[in-house]
């Protein structure tokens, strides 16, 4: 497999206080573990469990995924921020693994 890639979409522009929509998708299979391979194996399960966003280390959003989640998860949220910082984007796999992503904004 491939090593999962995640991406964010963020505004240009950001203004104090006002919403302003994220998008973010992670390139992943989501193995569920009930499938087998072409010789019969079983694939072992493997998915993104958990995906979290932090602004300024403070945690803004968060979900906690399950085995029926499609392959590839893209999320669509709103927030708004009170002023210029760093939101950490991070991505948590079955197996320990942990992809992340930062941005700092500027905010108008």
């Not at 573990?33 to 072992?44: A, C, M, Q, S």
């Not at 991070?90 to 700092?104: A, C, I, P, T």
């Amino acid at each position: 497999m491939a090593t999962p890639r995640p991406r964010i979409k963020l505004p240009r522009k950001i203004a104090a206080d006002e919403p302003f929509t994220v998008k973010t998708r992670i390139t992943h299979p989501m193995h569920t573990g009930l499938r087998h391979d072409g010789k019969g194996r079983i694939v072992p399960r493997r998915i993104v469990n958990r995906f979290s966003v932090r602004f300024d280390g403070e945690e803004a959003f968060s979900v906690d995924l399950q085995p029926a989640v499609s392959a590839n998860p893209y999320f669509q949220f709103t927030m708004a921020v009170p002023g210029s910082g760093l939101l950490e984007f991070q991505w948590e796999d079955d197996d320990g693994s942990v992809y992340g992503l930062r941005r700092r904004i500027a905010v108008e």
